[in-house]
């Protein structure tokens, strides 16, 4: 892997339109949201404090596990410039910014409202399958939906949390909000 960044942002907001744009040029490897941030954040979980042998792993092997875990993702990988996606990136900035002292971030933006309603359409566009992003619950409102997505923990207050602490986090400058 030579060179890396990220794509992340909110949802419905563009970027699987993104990556298939940056695709076109042999250059770039970028796709859809992958597993990576989540493989990320389970390592550092378990390489925490509340896993008893943590004791034995020091940061700089935390450093390098981590670092090792995007090496071996992307081995296969013969493009000169990667670019990971997954809305989970803009939480990671400290630890992007050590792993990958050359590494950007773009996130993909949208008014909040908008995203939303695009949410909205596309459950009323599939009335007859309840969606994952409702556990499949079959009834609800438009205003208990917009609730649900919007709260901290949820598909978008999630991500607009993350990219307002990297919005104003100390690696800011590593940010380009493309909308």
Known sequence: MKAIHFISGLPRSGSTLLAALLRQNPRFQAGMSGPLAGLFG????E???RNEFS???DDAKR???LRGLFNDFYADCTAEVTF????????????IARLFPDA???ACVLELQWVVDSIERLIQHNVFSPSSIFNYSAGGTVFSRATSVVAPDGMVGGPYDALRQACYGAQRDRLLLLQ
Do not use: Q, Y
């Open 42 to 45: 389970a390592l550092l979980d």
């Open 84 to 95: 990971d996606t997954n809305r989970g990136w803009c939480a990671w900035m400290p630890a």
């Open 47 to 49: 390489m925490s404090g």
């Open 63 to 65: 450093e390098r596990i």
């Open 55 to 57: 004791v034995f792993i």
């Open 104 to 106: 950007k971030v773009i």
